[in-house]
């Protein structure tokens, strides 16, 4: 059971949705902040998401970019970044990375990350320790306040969503984000919001998402105001 939000640390949470193997998993979104608070009591489950590797050199992979550094949290993914990129790889949990040689960057980028992590104000802050000044912080994460979550919601709400889940299943996700909730968490950590997207990888969708922000997946930008 959660109290407290993650974010803003307020106790007005309202049960918004369950879900889950057995519907055993509560979603709380908070009244202050808008954060979608899972409770964590059977545990995340973050193996999933470890060893795959999307290669940007891959035409079907709609996202071609370029890094200088990278961080991964396997071995396995990160050898093949290594391999296919040629730029160096920091195998590291950057929640724990102290920075020896206090390097900073222009950029940092977490894609599809943010959720996954409990303690989404150390991200922040911990990508504010390798920003340089006025340098961007680029984050990729679902969208609660889109059309499909809504839809989502309804359907669990009413027990009509019945996706087969494992003996074991755990739920990945920690926190959940929309454009008010992603702007507290900014404010709190030193960062200015400088872009906010929704987007799809399908272009026609992707033109329509441009002119109504309600695709269930975003994208923001943020300036490192110190
Ligand atoms: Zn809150």
């Not at 396997?74 to 391999?83: F, I, N, Q, T």
Request: proline residues 4%; hydrophobic residues 35%; charged residues 25%.
């Amino acid at each position: 059971m959660i109290s407290n939000c993650r974010l803003c640390g307020g106790d007005d949470l309202r049960l918004w949705m369950r879900g889950g193997r057995n519907v055993n998993l509560d979603y709380f979104k908070c009244g202050t902040c808008s954060l979608w608070n899972y409770d964590l009591d059977c545990g995340p489950d973050q193996r999933q998401y470890t060893e795959v590797y999307a290669s940007p050199k891959d035409a079907s992979n709609k996202f071609i970019e370029h890094w200088q550094a990278s961080w991964e949290l396997s071995d396995k993914a990160a050898r093949a970044v290594a391999e296919d990129q040629g730029i160096d790889v920091i195998v590291a949990n950057f929640l724990e990375y102290d920075n020896p040689d206090k390097e900073t960057y222009d950029v940092v980028i977490l894609r599809h990350v943010l959720e996954h992590l409990p303690d989404s104000i150390l991200a922040m802050n911990k990508i504010g320790d390798l920003l340089k000044d006025n340098g961007l912080a680029l984050l990729e994460f679902p969208n609660t306040r889109s059309m499909s979550y809504s839809v989502k919601r309804v359907l669990k709400n009413r027990g009509l969503r019945n996706k087969k889940y494992s003996e074991d299943w755990r739920p990945g996700h920690c926190n959940e984000f929309c454009r008010q909730s992603f702007e507290y968490l900014l404010n709190k950590t030193g960062f200015e919001m400088v872009v906010w997207q929704t987007y799809s990888n399908k272009p026609v969708a992707n033109a329509f998402y441009r002119l109504f922000p309600i695709a269930s997946k975003a994208r923001a930008g943020a300036e490192n105001s110190g």
